[in-house]
């Protein structure tokens, strides 16, 4: 993207996502749906996915496929599933996998590059070998780093790596390491999220159990904080909540959420937002791949949301970016006048310093987060909602 994370050419165009809904292991905090692998299971699905790619009428602005685990996938599964997908794609389409250090190769990133893919987003989560364990992660730093290197190496000029922070037992001293080892790395984007305690998830119930204690409050702010002087002073713009880029490597496919724009969600437990309707598949893949191979629904709930609804739910997640809401913008988008639809909050959110007016020629023509309502955003995003 050449002229910032304004510019929205493709904004009447889907994105596509595919959920790869197999890992090795489950780490310890996640509570994104998925199973353990099996080529069996693994080769149904794909065919499932790629019939229902077939009946998808294209092109899509952005392809990304994420999970679980997509590079569990074996190569041959992999090439078929990019392929179906690469033939969706418009021209220029950004197409983002997600990789985990663990089961990245050479083989399959040659694979990618034959395919078409021209982003990868690799699960790093940490450099710290310990925090990786406590986490329940299965690769180690070192793999990490070579994933990242190995990537570029092989041609990969767009890179995305995760990292979390706030893990238990981390402290700002250690956060600091993390971040400096991540711009020493060649990348383009960095997503830094904060460790939540998802109900369900062993960490969650570890923590009940009191087997674990979180990171206080303060500390994880002053980590986030960290995150968000440092990163832009080493070159990656803070142009989401949790995301930083280089000029030109912000994520498109989820500027597209952010934007509320429309998109396609395949595979179990993924979304789908087309013409103002939700849509949520089934979160079970062998009832998944049943379905889609009879060709039935694989939709469980489905909601037609109202015109309201709609433009609450655009300021609800595109107060996150860090152009925030542009009023003229919001009106051409959602046909409402921001400031009329969302008085109470925005009185509520700038009083408490949440929010503040960005002017434009003498006028207030939008909103934004200030610093301390990047802390509180989701509380922020509630509000408006
Ligand atoms: S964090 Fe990623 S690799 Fe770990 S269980 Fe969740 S989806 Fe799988």
């Known amino acids: ?13 889907p994105s596509l996502y595919i959920h790869i809904p197999f890992c090795a292991k489950k780490c310890g905090y996640c509570d994104f749906y998925s199973v353990g692998y099996g080529r069996g299971p693994a080769t ?57 250090p663990e089961s990245l190769d050479a083989g399959k990133l040659g694979l990618f590059l034959d395919e078409g893919v021209n982003r990868l987003s690799i ?9 990786l364990k406590r986490l329940g992660r299965i690769h180690s730093a070192k793999k990490a780093a070579y994933a990242v290197m190995l990537s570029r190496n ?30 020493e790395l060649p990348v383009t984007h960095i997503s830094s ?22 990171v206080d409050g303060e500390y994880s702010a002053r980590m ?36 509320n724009g429309e998109y396609i969600g395949l595979g179990p437990s993924a979304v789908s937002y087309i013409g103002g309707v939700r849509k949520r598949n089934i979160s079970d893949v062998r009832e998944y791949v049943k379905r889609a191979a009879a060709g039935k629904s ?33 009106k051409g988008k959602t046909g409402y006048d921001f400031l009329k639809l969302e008085s109470d909050a ?23 987060l200030t610093e301390k309502g990047f802390l509180f955003c989701d509380t922020v995003s509630s509000e408006l909602m």
């Not at 699905?45 to 790629?50: G, Q, T």
């Not at 890179?159 to 390491?177: M, Q, V, Y």
């Not at 999220?193 to 979180?214: F, Q």
């Open 44 to 100: 149904a699905y794909v065919e499932a996915l790629v019939g229902q790619m077939g009946a998808i009428r294209g092109p899509v602005s952005t392809v990304f496929i994420g999970g679980g685990t997509p590079t569990a996938l074996e190569a041959p599964l992999l090439r078929r599933l990019l392929r179906g997908a690469g033939r969706l794609a418009a021209a220029g389409a950004e197409f983002t996998v997600e990789a985990n």
């Open 123 to 131: 699960g790093v989560q940490s450099f710290n070998d310990k925090k």
């Open 224 to 259: 986030y904080s960290l995150a968000i002087e440092y990163l832009p002073a080493h070159g990656f713009r803070h142009y989401e909540v949790s995301n930083f880029a280089k000029k030109g490597f912000e994520c498109r496919h989820n500027l597209n959420y952010w934007r």
């Open 193 to 214: 999220y904060g460790l939540t305690y998802e109900k369900g998830t062993p960490l969650y119930n570890a923590r009940k159990r009191g087997e674990v204690i979180p």
């Open 1 to 13: 993207m050449k002229d910032g994370i304004m510019q929205e050419k493709n904004e009447m165009t």
């Open 298 to 330: 694989t939709t469980v709930s489905s909601e037609r949301l109202s015109g309201d609804r709609k433009a609450k739910e655009t300021a609800a997640v595109k107060i996150r970016t860090a152009e925030g809401i542009d009023f003229g913008w919001f």
């Open 154 to 183: 092989k041609g990969f000029k767009d890179l995305n790596i995760d990292l979390i922070f706030g893990a238990p037992g981390e402290t700002p001293d250690d956060c600091s390491s993390e971040l400096a080892r991540a711009v």
């Open 346 to 368: 925005v009185k509520k959110l700038s009083g408490a310093g949440l929010i503040e007016y960005r002017v434009s020629k003498g006028k207030r023509a939008g909103i934004a």
